[in-house]
């Protein structure tokens, strides 16, 4: 638990360091940037290429936006470079970048959940999904993965949430007040600049909490629903093989009831044919064999003649 504190704490400040060491550059930069269209374009193209993952830096190239063109003036900056950004890396992660995209969020849980919340809650869903805390690049190359958000709902949720930007804008023009002014800033204005930075950071990260959140327990909620739905279908299912199996050995029974034909009538049927279909008894076929000839020898006896046969 040591170490991991401790670990904690070095990765802070070094995040910390680098970026005060990067504000440091750019303030004196950013004096002579003031106003000039390259200078916004080259903030624009920062933020455009954040959005494409797996690039990181996008909460920076917001801050610099601020820290550039003011407050609120860099907010408009950021966000359309946000959204612009936000859709070229859509399009990107649905074709070139669909392997890479497969690689850095398939597996991940967070992102899992949140596409069963997308199936089912549509556009609302997607608007609190860009409001939470997550990678911006990696959540961009994540919704781009969900067949039912078309590229347009993806903009239109994207700006929704664009004022979520409105707390970077802020730091990053706050962070160039105390570049510029720092030196002859007094104590409490300078209490007072970085009590605001931190306090519109906690409200942002506060919102996008409480979204992520909800977000989850939706995504939650919709799979117990879905093994509810499961269980239901199952049983239901092996009910209905039941009753059809029940149905169909009733309906076998009753063709087993059917009346059978009678020996006798079995026997009729088969004396009509010409040709029987089994062999006669020797004795009976002798026996007649013998009643025959004597008749016949009867009749020559008395006509003198044997008697006529036909044949039908």
């Not at 990067?22 to 920062?46: M, Y």
Request: proline share 5%.
């Amino acid at each position: 638990m040591v170490v991991l504190v401790g670990v904690v704490g070095v990765v802070v400040t070094a995040a910390y360091a680098s970026h005060h060491f990067f504000f440091d550059w750019l303030a004196p930069r950013a004096r002579v940037w003031r106003g000039k269209g390259g200078a916004l374009a080259v903030v624009f193209l920062a933020v455009f290429l954040s959005a494409f993952p797996p690039l990181v830096g996008y909460s920076t190239a917001a801050t610099v936006a601020g820290f550039v063109a003011g407050f609120p003036a860099g907010w408009p900056l950021a966000a359309s470079a946000a959204v612009a950004g936000s859709l070229a890396a859509f399009f990107a992660s649905r074709s070139v970048l669909a392997a890479c995209v497969e690689r850095l969020v398939g597996k991940d849980t967070r992102f899992v959940a949140l596409a069963q919340v997308l199936r089912r809650d549509g556009l609302l869903c997607l608007t609190a999904i860009r409001f939470c805390p997550l990678p911006f690049s990696l959540s961009n190359g994540f919704l781009a993965t969900v067949p039912s958000v078309s590229p347009w709902a993806f903009a239109l949720a994207t700006a929704i949430s664009s004022p979520k930007l409105l707390v970077h804008v802020f730091i990053g023009s706050r962070l160039a007040l105390l570049a510029d002014e720092g030196d002859t800033m007094s104590s409490t204005d300078k209490a007072i600049n970085y009590l605001s930075m931190l306090l519109s950071a906690l409200i942002g990260l506060v919102v996008g909490l409480v979204v992520y959140r909800r977000t989850m327990a939706r995504a939650a909620q919709l799979a117990r629903e879905g093994l509810h739905h499961h269980h239901q279908h199952h049983h239901h299912h092996h009910h209905h093989h039941l009753s059809s199996s029940a149905a169909a050995a009733e309906v076998g029974y009753h063709d087993a009831d059917a009346p059978l034909l009678d020996p006798d009538d079995a026997a009729a049927v088969m004396l009509d044919d010409d040709l029987p279909l089994w062999p006669v008894d020797d004795a009976d076929a002798r026996h007649d064999d013998d009643d025959h000839h004597a008749k016949a020898t009867e009749q020559v006896g008395r006509t003198g003649h044997p008697p006529h046969e036909f044949s039908v």
